[in-house]
């Protein structure tokens, strides 16, 4: 297990380190792995030249944004899968989770299509609707909602308690890791995302951390690599203390999203 974490956390180690090189120093051969002169310059330096609090007040804004409607829809929807039954419940519900099979590329053109029509693209506002619904969060919290016992929503319908009211007050605060665990699995899939971003959002000013840091080495014959890693180095800072935060829920979610109780 040391050897397998020593191997996962190396790169890690290097970027950090290769955050506090000069330019020059970052791809040197042999590799150096501790700099002789620690630029910690480079942490100011990132924020004067260049739009890191634009790009990260973008990424922030869609990450959580994105967290919250899915949490949200998935919750929803994923109460009706388990708690409410229809007619052609499980056909539809299979259907839906089948979508999760499908590659993006596949219908990433027409997505496009119909955005660009509605004017939709260059705006923060594509990348939140096109993400704002994911059948792995209503699978996630359907196996949660499936460990809840029926007769806590057997008896609130006694007592008059709509099916909402049941979903809000009862279900909802009884699923807290999986929700823990749904929001840290969005937060940072949004926060991470490239593809996205680089297709819909063209003015610079809209640019999230990926996009904006692809702009230091757009030129490699004048590529600021040390900030480049500088910049990466504060990118996973959000995510590390997030999932620092919320690692005893999410473990607990995704180890019992599974059970039926």
Known sequence: MIIAAAGILLPFF???????????EVFTAPIVWIPETFMWSNYVDIWTKSDIFVWTRNTLVLSVAVTFLQVLTGSFAAYGFAKIRFPGRDILFLTYIGTIAV???????????????????NTLWAIILLQAFGAFGVFLMKQYYETIPEELSEAARIDGLTEYGIWRRIVLPLTIPAIASLSLLTFVNTWNDYIGPLIYLRSPELWTLQLGLRSFVTNLYDANYALLFTGLTLSVVPIAIIFLLGQRYFVEGVATSGMKG
């Open 14 to 24: 290097w970027m950090i380190m290769s955050s506090l090189k000069s330019s020059n």
């Open 103 to 121: 590659p993006w590329q596949s219908y990433m053109i027409p997505q496009f299509v119909i955005l660009s029509k509605v004017g939709l693209t």
